[in-house]
Nanobody, 117 residues
């Protein structure tokens, strides 16, 4: 079983920045891909970015050039640096990790990101 704990959400003005963190329990999690997804009420949960154990990132087109995903395998932690934030980035952001292809069955509790002036 994988436990994921997110932090770093909040309210930010358009054009601002936030950094999300997600810590995964268990040393074995460093062998898993990790990722971020987001969801707004009434819509499906969508991919934001994923990163492999080797550090290869994949981004949704909507965040390319603005968001950066990274990880520290020693601490089984994944980060999402979000720059040039837009109101349409407002959502609950969820961390995901686990064996096999993402998304796995293991999700964090979610952290709210609100972009508004």
């Amino acid at each position: 079983q994988v436990q994921l704990v997110e932090s770093g959400g909040g309210l930010v003005q358009p054009g601002g920045s936030l950094r999300l963190s997600c810590a995964a329990s268990g040393s074995i999690t460093r062998f898993y891909d990790m990722g971020w997804y987001r969801q707004v009420p009434g819509k499906q949960r969508d991919l934001v970015a994923t990163i492999s154990t080797g550090g290869s990132p994949v981004y949704a087109d909507s965040v390319k050039g603005r968001f950066t995903i990274s990880r520290t395998n020693a601490k089984s932690t994944v980060y999402l640096q979000m720059n040039s934030l837009k109101p349409e980035d407002t959502a609950v952001y969820y961390c995901n990790s686990g064996p096999g292809r993402l998304p796995s069955i293991y999700w964090g509790q979610g952290t709210q990101v609100t972009v508004a002036s």
